[in-house]
């Protein structure tokens, strides 16, 4: 059983930076992490995500380069920076673990969620 548990969002204006973190509690160690996005009344979509052996980290084209996305083993953290941040940004952002080795783009694929962090930015 994988618990994971976001945190680091919050209220910033277009242009700021915003460094969420993703926690897991039981044995991650070989899952693939990543992170998600879901804008109100829309569905959830893939960010990026970084397996446990260093596959990735694979991104969603449309970022453009802002986001990175760094994974901490010994910690069990992952943790997506985000940069010149844009009100299309906004959205609740979520952890998910996959037992398979690459970062995949479809929520179908992730076992575990967390219960996800709000990250709101204004123009």
């Known amino acids: 059983q994988v618990q994971l548990a976001e945190s680091g969002g919050g209220s910033v204006q277009a242009g700021d930076s915003l460094t969420l973190s993703c926690a897991a509690t039981?044995?991650?160690?070989?899952?693939?992490m990543a992170w998600f996005r879901q804008a109100p009344g829309k569905e959830r979509i893939f960010v990026g995500g970084?397996?446990?052996?260093?596959?990735?980290?694979n991104y969603a084209d449309s970022l453009s380069g802002r986001f990175e996305i760094s994974r901490d083993n010994n910690k069990e953290t992952l943790v997506l920076q985000m940069n010149n941040l844009k009100p299309d940004d906004t959205a609740v952002y979520y952890c998910?673990?996959?037992?398979?080795?690459?970062?995949?783009?479809?929520?179908?694929?992730?076992?575990?969620w967390g219960q996800g962090t709000q990250v709101t930015v204004s123009s």
């Open positions: 998910g673990v996959r037992t398979g080795r690459a970062p995949a783009p479809q929520t179908y694929d992730y076992r575990y």
């Open positions: 970084i397996s446990w052996d260093g596959n990735g980290p």
């Open positions: 039981g044995s991650t160690v070989r899952y693939t």
